[in-house]
């Protein structure tokens, strides 16, 4: 069974840092690609973040870009969202997923990605 656990979320002032992790089991997970989402109030849920689980091939969405990094520990089997700058609007439930079926291709839709985890929040104070 495939399990995805997110863990770091948390309240920070604007202009704070905060550093999400995303540990996943039940796959061998070296061909596939990982993705961040988020996920306010009323809100669709949006892309923040992909990368292969390689690290050879990564996107972010434009309101987050040169802000957050995203990365990988193969040994863990865990993902990561490093955040800086926070800003209020990066308020919002984020959530990690896996795309099981990723080629070369990282994908922004969530309804392309298979496996998700169950969520942690984020609040930026202003």
């Known amino acids: 069974q495939v399990q995805l656990v997110e863990s770091g979320g948390g309240l920070v002032q604007a202009g704070g840092s905060l550093r999400l992790s995303c540990t996943a089991s039940g796959l061998t997970f070296s061909s596939d690609a990982m993705g961040w989402f988020r996920q306010a109030p009323g809100k669709e849920r949006e892309f923040v973040a992909a990368?292969?689980?390689?690290?050879?091939?990564?996107q972010y969405a434009d309101s987050v870009n040169g802000r957050f990094t995203v990365s990988a520990d193969n040994t863990r089997n865990t993902v990561y969202l490093q955040m800086n700058s926070l800003k209020p609007e990066d308020t919002a439930v984020y959530y990690c997923?896996?795309?099981?079926?990723?080629?070369?291709?990282?994908?922004?839709?969530?309804?392309?990605?298979?496996?998700w985890g169950q969520g942690t929040q984020v609040t930026v104070s202003s």
């Open positions: 997923a896996v795309d099981h079926y990723y080629y070369s291709d990282l994908r922004r839709i969530p309804k392309e990605y298979d496996y």
């Open positions: 990368s292969s689980w390689s690290g050879d091939n990564k």
